[in-house]
């Protein structure tokens, strides 16, 4: 019996992605597509990459440092509450709160 060649599934590859939160993505596309260099990782939205060891957005050594933490390096942590408390206020004040 010779085998349909219609209903030959086409050739696959495995492809193994990793965000930086160290999620794996696994994902199968054609064997004769070449694999994107990044892939949306459905768990956390971050890009990942092919390299487990080296996912994009590790290369930022510099933690992302909030708005707070910038004031509060300029002022006392004292000053820094005063302001948040005033944002906070003016944030509820916004919603009708
Ligand atoms: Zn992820």
Redesign the pocket.
């Known amino acids: 019996m010779r085998p349909d060649e219609r209903h030959q599934p086409a050739p696959r590859q495995d492809v193994t992605y990793w ?3 160290d ?1 794996r ?1 696994d994902i199968r596309i054609a064997a004769d597509v070449e694999p994107p260099p990044l892939w949306d ?1 459905p ?4 890009p ?1 990459g092919r390299d487990a060891e080296n996912p994009p957005g590790r290369v930022r050594a510099e933690p992302y440092k909030s708005h707070l933490a910038y004031v509060k390096e300029r002022r006392t942590a004292e000053e820094g509450e005063a302001l948040l408390a005033e944002a906070l206020a003016a944030l509820r004040r916004r919603r009708g709160e």
């Open positions: 965000c930086r939160n999620h993505v990782c768990r956390c939205g971050l990942a």
